[in-house]
T-cell receptor
């Protein structure tokens, strides 16, 4: 069974730039959630994707957007980067539907630094 | 953003000691989960709890889902050096209209002295 993978592991950008982060869900999982974890804090929910559509969103501005592909992998895009966007971005996968489980399994994260 | 109240914030204990941490919320949750996160890694699921009053063990770890559905605790017995890390509680609301998003506590940093 393949776990959740994320790429890249680290990224450095400057203010105003755009970034795309990628996530492959655990095999058998059809739902992907993205979280932002600032230093010393717990993860904060950004949004969730199910059936290639956004299925709920946290308190994040529209410049945070995402995609889900037919193979359930997902992207997180952030436009017009700000210094406060520096954080660990975590992807979590789970299965939704008939054989749903409530448990979300996390990838190793992408460390984004905005200068 | 919304966070649960997790305590203590940090603990420094001797190897072999037992550890207890808890999490409280003003909201009711359907599910409570406990994760451990090592530096530079993603959170790893330790225990998931699904019913009020449920007590579940995973090796030396024991967690309980509070009767009011607004709290949970995690105990670690006979701590060892590899227990070092940050422990997070997370509450989850499921059902119609809910995404099952996780609401996390601020974390408990555990250090174990050999």
């Amino acid at each position: 069974e393949t776990g959740v993978t994320q790429s890249p592991t680290h990224l450095i950008k400057t203010r105003g730039q755009q970034v795309t982060l990628r996530c492959s869900s655990q095999s058998g999982h059809n739902t992907v959630s993205w979280y932002q974890q600032a230093l010393g804090q717990g993860p904060q929910f950004i949004f969730q994707y199910y059936r290639e559509e956004e299925n709920g969103r946290g308190n994040f501005p529209p410049r945070f957007s995402g995609l889900q592909f037919p193979n359930y992998s997902s992207e997180l895009n952030v436009n017009a980067l700000e210094l406060d966007d520096s954080a660990l971005y975590l992807c979590a996968s789970t299965s939704t539907g008939r054989h749903a489980t409530n448990e979300q399994f996390f990838g190793p994260g992408t460390r984004l630094t905005v200068l | 953003g919304q966070q649960l109240n997790q305590s203590p914030q940090s603990m420094f204990i001797q190897e072999g000691e037992d550890v207890s941490m808890n999490c409280t919320s003003s909201s009711i949750f359907n599910t409570w989960l406990w994760y451990k996160q090592d530096p530079g890694e993603g959170p790893v699921l330790l225990i998931a709890l699904y019913k009020a009053g449920e007590l579940t063990s995973n090796g030396r770890l024991t967690a309980q889902f509070g009767i009011t559905r607004k709290d949970s605790f995690l105990n670690i017995s006979a701590s060892i050096p590899s227990d070092v890390g940050i422990y997070f509680c997370a509450g989850q609301q499921l059902g119609s209209g809910n995404t099952g998003k996780l609401i996390f506590g601020q974390g408990t940093t555990l250090q174990v002295k050999p």
